[in-house]
Every structure is written in structure tokens, then in C-alpha cells.
């Protein structure tokens, strides 16, 4: 677990202090406003808490890939009337990140007040990590407070370099985020399961290498299942499959067997000749019957239920990616029954359960239990590299 400071850390009056605030305002937008608010909903606590004990609040961000240039398009003043809404307060959008008009603006900022400054990817310092860069921002802040896990996997100026030169907290939300991540695999209870889906093989090899050696249980789903049953000998039909990755998914299977983790694939499957909602080609067959002409969309019922077994023998699970094609029904069904089985067993306080990614939480959210897990982080890259077993700058440098 890395030592890190927290609002905590802080005397509880603030007046006069300014907090210069690293959140996550990439928003999907959708005819000028966003159509999912979850990422402002996630830092608003923190926000608002700074404000409540009378901080100046100046929020970091970033929108797109400007590539250091600035475009109007992705201007964050475009998420300034939603923020607004989510944290019922008046705003002050500040077009620069640093210098003169920055040094204006706070001034006329009243303790409590919140500024929105420019989207930090306009000027090509922030990526870069430049130095000069971050000491320009810096100049006007007392304290710094990183509340985007999702942003932490990059070394950028107002990720890593910020934290450098000023008194460094963690908000609320990474804070979370860091004890949730540590109790699911920093310093877990065992047994641990995993829980690794997806399409191929190759986007997470270093996230499977590292579980193999982690957790005691690594079930193995989606498409990237169909690579290592055909390691296995197992002929896959027309099924999404990486052949040329099949000595790699051996390769794992050998160390995860040393390591003492047992790998969980499916023994029975459900196929059709088409990829479409409820084909008619549709049934259910043992791993061994898949025909030349078939592919596995989903894991079968058995090996389904027989996994929700495991889990309960666990103390421990991370998730990562569905089971099957589940935007298609009924090939969503294994990962909506496992998903409502780890629920249950978090509910009733026998199993911590973290999961993480864009398909997972969509996937979680279509089986109905996206509130009942330990802990569901929105977090894409970022998660991914905790499970890769990777450092975070973002991270290290509120512990440096």
C-alpha cells in the first residue's frame, strides 16, 4: 500500500488556501453536453469538501488529445454548465492554466469559490512533464490534491510533475480507489480469484502473467479463452482465437501451474454459426463438439455454475472483462449469473470484490449488481496497469 497524505492531512479550516485539484473531465458528449456525468459524480465529494473548508478551488483537466494545440472543440469550458449542475455552484471557467490571467482570476475568487481552468493538454509542457511547465502552475497553488486514478498511469506535469512541488494529498476518490486496489491485490485475504475477460490475449498478457503469479483462482473468459483451450488442443471452430499466440498461453499455463494458481477455462460453451442476437444455430455442447462451422460466444451453464463454486470458497475477487459476447443476447448470460453470484456473496460479506474497466462495468451494470460489489473502479488504462502489476507516477508521486 503506498503511503500517501489525505484530506485528512489537512487542517480542517482552509480559508485562503488555494487547492489546485487534478480530476478526470474526459466526458463522452453527446450534441454539445455530456451523456454520462459518472466521472464528475466520483470527484464532487472531494470538491466540494475543499470548498466547504474554504479553499480557492482550481480544478485541473484534461479533454481529448489536443496534441498541445488549443481547439475550441475540446475546450473545457464545454463541461463547465455540467459540473455546475452536478455540484450546484456557480463556476469561473479561466482560460489559461497559468500566468497572469490565472493570477487575476483567483484573486477575485472568494474563499470557497471554484475555478475551471483550461484544459492542460493545450500546452505541450503537460504531457511532456516539463518542469517549467509544472512550476508555472504551481505558482498558484499551496497545496495539490490528485483525485484521478484514471489519469494516474501517466507521467504528465499535473499528474506527476505538480506532486513534486507542492504538499501532495490524495482526494477522496483516489483515495478509495488505492485501499479498494490494495485489499484486491496489494495485500489481499486469500483465496484470490481473478476474473479476466476480453477479446484477445495480447491486450492483457502482462496482466495475466502478473495474476498467475498474485491470486490462487484465474478464470479465464471472452474470446482470449478460445487461444488457450486451442493451446489445449481443443479445435475452436470459426471462434475469435489468436493461433499464434497459443506457445504464449501455454507458456502461462506452466508458470500459473508452479506459481500453485489453478487456470479455469470453460468445458462447456455456447456456439452458433452466426454472430447476431438469438441466432437460430444456437446450443450449448461440450468444448470437444464445437463443429468446423461454429464459434463460442459464451461460457455454458456448467462451467458457469461450477465457477460461482470457486467463489465461494473465496475471500477475494478482480474482475476485468465479461465472460462472453455479452451485448448479444443470450450470450450474456454467464457473465450476468457469475456477476450476480459475486454480488451475493458481497453482500452477504464473504467475498471483496473489485472490478474494473469500460466492458466490465458496462457488463456489471446489464446484470444488475453495479452498486453491490466492494468496489467497481471507472478507471480504464489506469486499472489496467495496477493489474499488470505496473507503478503509477500519478501514484508514486503522492508517496515520493
Known amino acids: 500500500m503506498p503511503n500517501f497524505?489525505?484530506?485528512?492531512?489537512?487542517?480542517?479550516?482552509?480559508?485562503?488556501?488555494?487547492?489546485?485539484?487534478?480530476?478526470?473531465?474526459?466526458?463522452?458528449?453527446?450534441?454539445g453536453r455530456a451523456s454520462d456525468l459518472t466521472r464528475v459524480n466520483v470527484v464532487a465529494p472531494t470538491i466540494l469538501e475543499l470548498a466547504n473548508r474554504g479553499a480557492k478551488v482550481l480544478l485541473l483537466a484534461h479533454y481529448g488529445r489536443p496534441k498541445g494545440d488549443r481547439h475550441s472543440t475540446m475546450s473545457l469550458s464545454m463541461v463547465q454548465g455540467d459540473l455546475e449542475r452536478v455540484l450546484d455552484r456557480e463556476i469561473m471557467f479561466i482560460p489559461e492554466v497559468a500566468g497572469p490571467v490565472v493570477t487575476q482570476s483567483v484573486d477575485i475568487l472568494g474563499n470557497g469559490d471554484i475555478g475551471l481552468?483550461?484544459?492542460?493538454?493545450?500546452?505541450?509542457?503537460?504531457?511532456?512533464?516539463?518542469?517549467?511547465?509544472?512550476?508555472?502552475?504551481?505558482?498558484?497553488?499551496?497545496?495539490?490534491?490528485?483525485?484521478a486514478f484514471s489519469a494516474a498511469h501517466r507521467a504528465h506535469a499535473t499528474t506527476e510533475g505538480l506532486a513534486k512541488l507542492l504538499p501532495a494529498y490524495a482526494g477522496r476518490a483516489m483515495e478509495a480507489e488505492l485501499k479498494a486496489l490494495d485489499a484486491a491485490l496489494g495485500t489481499p485475504k486469500p483465496p484470490v480469484a481473478a476474473v479476466v475477460g476480453g477479446a484477445k490475449v495480447s491486450t492483457k498478457l502482462a496482466v495475466l502473467e502478473n495474476l498467475s503469479r498474485k491470486v490462487q483462482h484465474l478464470v479465464i473468459g471472452g474470446g482470449m479463452a478460445n487461444t488457450f483451450l486451442a493451446a489445449n488442443g481443443v479445435n475452436v471452430g470459426k471462434s475469435l482465437c489468436e493461433h499464434d499466440l497459443t506457445d504464449t498461453a501455454r507458456t502461462i499455463m506452466d508458470a500459473a501451474d508452479e506459481a500453485g494458481c489453478t487456470i479455469h477455462l470453460p468445458y462447456d460453451v455456447v456456439v452458433a454459426t452466426e454472430f447476431a442476437p438469438n441466432p437460430p444455430s444456437v446450443r450449448t455442447c461440450n468444448v470437444h463438439e464445437v463443429a468446423a462451422d461454429e464459434m463460442i460466444l459464451d461460457i455454458g451453464p456448467q462451467a458457469t455454475e461450477a465457477l460461482g463454486d470457486v467463489l465461494k470458497t473465496c475471500a477475494t475477487l478482480v474482475w476485468n472483462g465479461p465472460l462472453g459476447a455479452f451485448e448479444t443476447p443470450p450470450f450474456d448470460e454467464a457473465t450476468v449469473a457469475l456477476a450476480r453470484t459475486a454480488a451475493a456473496l458481497t453482500q452477504d460479506g464473504s467475498l471483496i470484490s473489485v472490478a474494473g474497466g469500460g466492458d466490465t462495468v458496462a457488463a456489471l451494470t446489464h446484470a444488475g449488481v453495479a452498486d453491490d460489489l466492494t468496489y467497481i473502479s471507472t478507471a480504464g488504462g489506469a486499472f489496467l496497469e495496477w493489474m499488470e502489476g505496473k507503478e503509477l507516477p500519478g501514484v508514486a508521486a503522492l508517496s515520493a
Do not use: C
Open 5 to 31: 497524505k489525505t484530506l485528512d492531512d489537512l487542517p480542517q479550516d482552509l480559508s485562503g488556501q488555494r487547492a489546485l485539484v487534478r480530476v478526470d473531465l474526459n466526458l463522452p458528449m453527446k450534441d
Open 117 to 147: 481552468l483550461e484544459n492542460t493538454r493545450f500546452w505541450p509542457g503537460e504531457e511532456a512533464n516539463d518542469a517549467d511547465f509544472a512550476k508555472s502552475i504551481a505558482a498558484h497553488g499551496d497545496i495539490y490534491v490528485n483525485d
